[in-house]
């Protein structure tokens, strides 16, 4: 059975830190690109960074170059997202998701080719 577990969001002062992590069961980061999306309340869906299944090259969207870094373990199943320098803008709920390998990051903000979704971990930045 399928399914991508995302942990490790919470409340965070801006400028500081987080990691997010997404556990993927039933298939093998091999075979999916992961990219990762956020929602924030009112507003519509954003693809923030997408790692590759086939070289594990990363890709990020402009609002958060410089700031986050996707990275995977592929012995645990894990894709990672590590968020440095937080904003306000940057809360949402956070959602990893399976790519098709054929897209391979390709348009993965329009979620094209993305077969499977996590149910999302929650992201406040406030003081």
């Known amino acids: 059975q399928v399914q991508l577990v995302e942990s490790g969001g919470g409340l965070v002062q801006p400028g500081g830190s987080l990691r997010l992590s997404c556990t993927v069961f039933?298939?093998?980061?091999?075979?999916?690109?992961i990219p990762w999306f956020r929602q924030a309340p009112g507003k519509g869906r954003e693809g923030v960074s997408c790692?590759?299944?086939?070289?594990?090259?990363?890709r990020y969207a402009d609002s958060v170059k410089g700031r986050f870094t996707i990275s995977r373990d592929n012995a645990k199943n894990t894709v990672y997202l590590q968020m440095n320098d937080l904003k306000p803008e940057d809360a949402g709920v956070y959602y990893c998701?399976?790519?098709?390998?054929?897209?391979?990051?390709?348009?993965?903000?329009?979620?094209?080719?993305?077969?499977?979704w996590g149910k999302g971990t929650l992201v406040t930045v406030s003081s």
């Open positions: 039933g298939f093998t980061l091999d075979d999916y690109a």
């Open positions: 998701t399976a790519q098709r390998s054929r897209y391979d990051c390709a348009s993965y903000v329009n979620a094209r080719g993305v077969d499977y």
């Open positions: 790692i590759s299944s086939r070289d594990g090259s990363p």
